[in-house]
């Protein structure tokens, strides 16, 4: 038979004998109870104690009032979960039936039966364990035991001979932001909190498919593929890739069988703005003997991505190159959704990835100290062209490198790299966060009184994790030969000047060492990969923190149990006194919050931007919360964008016109970071009054230069821009246009901090267009213009010039919108 009729032929066979099967066990009737207890509760998978409690009202929500601390002891306590699930006797006709885990928070014992099957101790691996022989035809128990991780944590920390830092949580294979971190509340969980079901399957399975684009030839890709089989009998084998036949005799047992594919009419994967985030389907069919066992498909972006580490006379470069394009790189970190991870819906992911990009991003780190992420995060960073930064699970600690820590370890990078690394949106991986800044500057061999012998243990046991055993396993079971690894970030930790100059740099001279925002102009590295400041979630977040008794003050115990950070309310007021005024009323103390962590954000972002092409990527701390709480994020729990954010979209336009003001002279920059060019750009700038006169006009400022990449203006002196003018009453409206007359882009540049502004009381009118549009104009400078309500607005904490409107979406219908600005607050 030719390849083509055995084709046709195979495709009928895909209809009429399907072998491999699935069936969830997360539906059946779970039942859950503390071991001291006699009485079984119903309970939800997946899930976790703390939700299955709540739900039968036997602890209050933590995220409510002060109640965190209401439900510390449930960390301490062990529990079972059990239920009985039906077997036909045709399902044990299959050859193989595994029982499946996806994930189990973390030390537990599952008994099938009452049979002892496995005990384990890795929330981030997928247990898969053979169970045919321990079914039956009717009814099976199956029960998982947990054991407290905190307990079991603390017997773990007793086998090394001095004291580790954040003990007992770096001793536990779980998410380490459970333990507590300062923007996040301290909720150890338990429980099945991924799905669990039964696959059953004859002869063979595919369990992995690894596939990487090689190169590109022309509007053809090379793609490399690596294909793992478990084969439990011998014969004739086939695998139909698209329209493509491999076959061999194949003997039994775990088989890697590699091939190269060429796809014609390739479309390229492109991370967003610089084109299309096109994806390519691929199906693969496993055959034994013309019988279909399996099918499978894919969703694959065909795309390259290196990155660029060249010595230069300043130190070393750190780039993305996508596609064979130099890449800047603008973007966030990523914390857990919520403290409870099955909470976390695929509209949730999908919305917020949304948000990144509708606010230009092209790139998210996964935080260590969280999760790896569900299938839907790294799809949705597919489909909207977000890369990934992908830690693998350590943060901020110091981590054992014993043997079954090692083994552990490697088993988890297996899990996760054979799931994720079909990802176009996966760009790197890196061992880990903090851990080497950790050892090298925090002081906890000082701290813990540690013995040379002991420090020398924690880095050899830092070397044997992050060097050896995850790059070897990432070798090991990826098929992307160019997988890119990066052993910790930040590579070099800030307040040494190389952590500037080359690798990745988090800078957090700003908040933790209290420096003003101005700093972030001299403090620029090769990548900025964290940096931040705090503010206040949204208004509606903030009432959501309350259970009863509304009472929006500072002092309230609500509102101070939710923020973490033991000095955030005192630093917070501190920059705000330099730049604003301390408002005595709350809603305007939540306004200036996020208005003082959009400005530091604002100059940072800029200072980065100027400094291309040595800085090639800004990520600043951080999109998301897990609970409602005043944090570094730029959207709240609830997901309603913080001024931050509505700021970080106009700060990450593709091309920008920024300004520096520098030796009594003005500098600007136009960025491009698109792929147009602009020819013979040109700077319009206009000196304005607050109140609206306009005092000079420079429209001459021509360099005749082309914008590809930056352009860099010559500088001119203030004094010829604002003549015998008072710096606080005036500000600079620039405009960058192209040689025909084309807007580019639009800034506006203040010569004062906030507080000195000389505001005139804007009259602002609010014209309703239709239920969900709205038109805002004003008399004079309206600053900061904040459109209350619980809506999503299209644009918001905004600068309106004299004498404009703007056009507003608002996300559903209203019937009133109230404004404050700037003005309301320093009127006084």
């Known amino acids: 038979m030719n390849k083509t009729l055995l084709f046709a032929f195979l495709l009928i066979q895909n209809i009429l004998s399907a072998q491999f099967s699935e069936r969830s066990l997360s539906l059946e009737k779970w039942q859950f109870k503390n071991t001291k207890d006699k009485n079984w509760l119903s309970a939800t998978v997946p899930g976790t104690v703390h939700m299955d409690l709540m739900d039968h009202k036997l602890i209050p929500d933590p995220f409510k009032d002060d109640n965190e601390k209401k439900v ?48 384990t101790d890795n929330m981030f691996r997928k247990w898969e364990i053979p169970v045919k022989e321990y079914l039956k035809s009717g009814d099976n128990l199956l029960q998982v035991n947990f054991k407290s991780a905190v307990t079991e944590g603390k017997e773990l920390a007793k086998k090394v001979p001095f004291t580790m830092p954040e003990s007992p949580r770096s ?19 338990a429980g099945i909190w991924k799905e669990v079901k039964l696959n059953f399957w004859n002869f063979a399975k595919m369990n992995s498919i690894g596939i990487s684009r090689r190169d590109s030839l022309s509007n053809q890709a090379l793609v490399d593929l690596r294909i793992n089989l478990d084969i439990r009998k011998k014969g004739k084998y086939k695998i139909l890739i698209n329209d493509e036949l491999l076959e061999a005799d194949i003997f039994k047992g775990d088989i890697s069988i590699r091939s190269a594919k060429v796809i014609n009419n390739a479309k390229i994967w492109n991370p967003n703005g610089m084109g299309n985030p096109d994806l390519t389907n691929f199906n693969f069919k496993l055959f034994r003997n013309n019988k279909l066992l399996e099918e499978r498909n894919y969703s694959i972006g065909l795309r390259k991505i290196e990155l660029i580490q060249e010595k230069d006379e300043k130190g070393k470069s750190f780039y993305f190159k996508v596609n064979g394009k130099p890449l800047y790189i603008k973007g966030t970190n990523w914390i857990p959704g919520d403290s409870f991870s099955p909470r976390m819906s695929k509209d949730k992911y999908q919305k917020l990835i949304k948000d990144c990009k509708d606010a230009h991003m092209n790139m998210i780190r996964v935080w260590g100290g969280g999760i790896y992420e569900d299938d839907e995060f790294y799809k949705a960073c597919d489909e909207n062209g977000i890369l990934v930064w992908q830690d693998f699970m350590f943060a901020g600690s110091f981590y054992p490198s014993d043997d079954n820590f090692q083994k552990n370890v490697e088993m988890e990078v297996k899990d996760q790299v054979e799931r994720l690394q079909n990802h176009a949106s996966l760009a790197l991986w890196c061992g880990n966060n903090e851990i ?3 050892i090298v500057n925090w002081g906890y061999q000082k701290q813990f009184k540690y013995s040379k012998e002991d420090s020398l243990q924690v880095w050899k046991d830092y070397k044997k994790i992050f060097h050896e055993v995850i790059p070897n396993a990432i070798k090991k079971y990826t098929a992307n030969f160019s997988s890119i690894y990066w052993p910790s970030s930040p590579s070099i930790g800030w307040g040494h000047k190389e952590s500037l100059t080359e690798g990745d740099s988090h800078y957090w001279g700003v908040w933790w060492g209290e420096q003003p925002f101005e700093i972030y102009n001299e403090k620029v590295g090769r990548f900025m990969s964290e940096y931040g400041f705090q503010g206040m979630p949204t208004l509606e977040t903030t009432k959501s923190m309350f259970s009863r008794n509304l009472d929006l003050n500072l002092e309230n115990t609500t509102i101070k149990a939710h923020e973490k950070h033991a000095r955030g309310w005192e630093i917070i007021s501190e920059y705000m006194q330099r730049d604003y005024t301390i408002p005595t009323d709350f809603v305007q ?24 092409p040595y800085n090639m990527g800004t990520l600043y701390w951080q999109l998301n919360d897990c609970w409602p709480v005043v944090s570094w994020s730029s959207i709240d729990y609830s997901g309603n964008w913080k001024a931050l954010h509505y700021q970080l979209k106009r700060s990450f336009e593709q091309q920008v016109l920024l300004t520096e003001e520098k030796d009594g002279a003005l500098h600007f920059y136009a960025v491009n970071d698109g792929v147009n060019k602009f020819n013979d750009v040109v700077v319009e700038i206009q000196a304005i009054k607050c109140n609206g006169e306009v005092v000079n006009e420079i429209t001459t400022f021509r360099d005749g230069k082309t914008l590809e990449g930056i352009v860099k203006f010559d ?5 010829n821009v604002i003549p015998d003018s008072d710096k606080n009453e005036v500000f600079l409206k620039l405009t960058l246009k192209d040689g ?4 580019i882009a639009q800034n506006t540049h203040f010569f004062s901090k906030p507080k000195d502004l000389k505001l005139a009381k804007p009259t602002i009118t609010i014209q309703k267009i239709s239920s969900t549009q709205i038109q805002v104009s004003t008399d004079v400078l309206a600053k900061d213009v904040y459109l209350m309500g619980d809506y999503h607005f299209s644009d918001n904490f905004f600068d309106l010039l004299p004498n404009t409107s ?3 979406q608002v996300s559903e219908p209203f019937e009133k919108v109230e404004v404050m600005t700037l003005w309301d607050v320093l009127k006084n």
Request: hydrophobic share 40%; proline share 3%; glycine share 6%.
């Open 740 to 743: 025909k007359g084309q807007v």
């Open 171 to 189: 001793f536990v294979r779980k998410a380490q932001y459970q333990f507590g971190w300062d923007w996040g509340p301290r909720l150890v969980t």
């Open 715 to 719: 500088p001119i002196k203030i004094e």
């Open 806 to 808: 703007r056009i507003i």
């Open 589 to 612: 103390y939540n306004y200036v919050s996020q208005l003082l962590q959009a400005r530091g954000m604002q100059i940072a972002i800029e200072a980065h931007r100027r400094a291309k």
């Open 72 to 119: 510390q002891w449930v960390e301490n306590e062990d529990w079972e979960y059990h239920t009985t699930f039906t077997v036909t006797p045709k399902e044990l006709e299959n050859q193989n039936i595994d029982l499946v885990f996806n994930g189990l928070d973390t030390f537990t014992e599952i008994y099938l039966n009452g049979k002892l099957l496995r005990k």
């Open 436 to 438: 080497d800044e950790a």
